[in-house]
């Protein structure tokens, strides 16, 4: 029986769709298009040149975080749009679940697991090759329809190409990335095992991440070092660059009032230290990292502190006295369009419709949304290149929210970076709030989705 979910195929076979840039977005939209019965041609200029933030050749690389966010469907809106991914045959989200890690009811992955899953995947398929090499400017015309899907980190080339293509001055924030920490190198005698009350998830047991106690005084001696530590020096032209607020680096958290980390990164809630039976001042929390479980990132602590400041600082927690990192934080700088004025609804730039842009180039923020947008760029190339249509999901699911606000819904004038949350949902009828408005949302997206993904009730419910 053939898959509702899969889009009709073209007639005859033309030429490959070519996409520029191997990550999330652009994986997915190449096995969108691949499922639809195109042939891709995906371009990535790892390893012949390198980015400031990527260690690996790897499609899907992680570069920051190794965590998904919420897995929960029902509450957050991060896990809603991990749903209706899983039904729209996301090559992303099944790898991702084929790799998770104990997180609590975070969807963590084991990085280098995830990356060799989606590679294997798309270099398996007979209609997909891949070519290494940088793409120095727009795709050329004889290619046709294309998606650039090069992430915030565009080569200067093409990022150059396309301000001068649309006119528009070029947008851009900084991300931050956290360390990683060797489990063996975390004092045990210390820090223990607990997820925020004790709460289980995709694959853990409620016991998913290391917690480092601090009292009144080591907390604000920490926030002390953090402001006080050698920070990485900007560059001329980066002075002005704003940061992203869904990860500031901690130290900038810090200056922003001594109480901040307490009730961020660093909060206690829901925490018990098995020595004193009591919840602690502020935590540390590690969360894992790898298949293996040797490497443990330190939860929410991006950062600009020098390497050496980073060891010396990061040491003067409790339980991470010995720490020995794997991999210090480090800085970027992300690229972005002004989206809602220069693409189109189904993401295509209004100066020159035959490129679709995906990713994180297009404003939106985090591994999950930027896969998301892939999908639906390469849905939309696939219906376009088969001699149809195919209407953006509606704005009441979690995918069509995303989009609307990128292509529309945000104001030009102050477009950032934006993660998904229930706030871009248009309002539901009735008087639920808090928690059952939610899930009103939530249960409302998901049979939207369905529709048009073209999934029959019976699929739906099974």
């Keep these: 029986m053939d898959d509702p979910t899969k889009l009709a195929a073209p007639s005859s076979e033309t030429a490959p769709v070519h996409i520029v840039g191997g990550g999330l977005a652009g994986c997915e939209a190449a096995w969108q298009l691949l499922r639809a019965g195109r042939s891709v041609v995906l371009h990535e200029m790892r390893p012949v040149r390198g980015t400031e933030a990527h260690l690996t050749d790897g499609l899907c690389e992680l570069v920051c975080s190794n965590s998904f966010r919420s897995d929960d469907a029902l509450n957050n809106a991060v896990?809603?749009?991990?749903?209706?991914?899983?039904?729209?045959?996301?090559?992303?989200?099944?790898?991702?679940?084929?790799?998770?890690?104990?997180?609590?009811?975070?969807?963590?992955?084991?990085?280098?697991?995830?990356?060799?899953?989606?590679?294997?995947?798309?270099?398996?398929?007979?209609?997909?090759?891949?070519?290494?090499?940088?793409?120095?400017?727009?795709?050329?015309?004889?290619?046709?329809?294309?998606?650039?899907?090069?992430?915030?980190?565009?080569?200067?080339?093409?990022?150059?190409?396309?301000?001068?293509?649309?006119?528009?001055?070029?947008?851009?924030?900084?991300d931050a990335i956290a360390p990683i920490v060797h489990l063996d190198s975390i004092d045990r005698s210390i820090a223990w095992k607990q997820s925020r009350y004790d709460k289980g998830g995709p694959a853990g047991d409620g016991a998913d991440y290391f917690n480092c106690p601090l009292d009144r005084d080591q907390y604000y001696a920490f926030v002390a070092a953090l402001i006080a530590g050698e920070k990485t020096d900007f560059k001329e032209?980066?002075?002005?660059?704003?940061?992203?607020?869904?990860?500031?680096?901690?130290?900038?958290?810090?200056?922003?009032?001594?109480?901040?980390?307490?009730?961020?990164?660093?909060?206690?809630?829901?925490?018990?230290?098995?020595?004193?039976?009591?919840?602690?001042?502020?935590?540390?929390?590690?969360?894992?990292?790898?298949?293996?479980?040797?490497?443990?990132?330190?939860?929410?602590?991006?950062?600009?502190?020098?390497?050496?400041?980073?060891?010396?600082?990061?040491?003067?927690?409790?339980?991470?006295?010995?720490?020995?990192?794997?991999?210090?934080?480090?800085?970027?700088?992300?690229?972005?369009?002004?989206?809602?004025?220069?693409?189109?609804?189904?993401?295509?730039?209004?100066?020159?419709?035959?490129?679709?842009?995906?990713?994180?180039?297009?404003?939106?923020?985090?591994?999950?949304?930027?896969?998301?947008?892939?999908?639906?760029?390469?849905?939309?190339?696939?219906?376009?290149?088969?001699?149809?249509?195919?209407?953006p999901p509606p704005g009441t699911t979690a995918m069509g929210a995303l989009l609307g606000h990128i292509t529309g819904g945000a104001d030009a004038t102050t477009f950032q970076p934006m993660n998904v949350n229930f706030g871009l949902f248009p309002p539901i009828d009735g008087t639920a709030r808090g928690k059952e408005r939610k899930q009103a949302l939530a249960r409302r997206a998901l049979s939207d989705i369905d529709s048009w993904l073209g999934r029959t009730p019976a699929q739906a419910a099974a």
């Design 79 to 174: 896990g809603l749009l991990h749903e209706e991914m899983r039904r729209a045959d996301s090559l992303v989200m099944r790898a991702a679940d084929r790799h998770k890690l104990p997180a609590g009811g975070a969807l963590a992955v084991d990085r280098h697991g995830f990356s060799g899953e989606v590679q294997a995947t798309l270099l398996a398929h007979p209609r997909f090759r891949l070519e290494r090499g940088e793409v120095a400017g727009l795709p050329p015309a004889e290619w046709g329809p294309a998606i650039v899907a090069t992430g915030p980190l565009t080569s200067p080339a093409l990022a150059d190409a396309v301000r001068s293509l649309a006119g528009e001055a070029e947008l851009a924030f900084f």
């Design 237 to 391: 032209w980066e002075a002005t660059t704003p940061y992203f607020d869904g990860c500031l680096p901690i130290e900038v958290m810090a200056s922003r009032g001594p109480d901040t980390l307490r009730f961020g990164p660093m909060k206690p809630v829901g925490l018990r230290d098995p020595r004193t039976g009591r919840r602690p001042f502020a935590v540390v929390q590690l969360r894992q990292d790898n298949a293996l479980g040797t490497l443990w990132n330190i939860v929410g602590f991006q950062t600009k502190l020098r390497h050496a400041e980073q060891t010396r600082v990061f040491r003067t927690v409790p339980g991470l006295q010995n720490a020995e990192f794997a991999r210090l934080g480090g800085l970027h700088r992300n690229t972005f369009l002004n989206s809602p004025r220069l693409l189109d609804g189904t993401l295509r730039l209004r100066a020159a419709p035959r490129l679709r842009f995906a990713g994180q180039i297009t404003g939106c923020e985090g591994y999950v949304e930027s896969a998301a947008v892939g999908l639906m760029a390469g849905r939309f190339l696939a219906a376009e290149a088969a001699g149809s249509t195919l209407a």
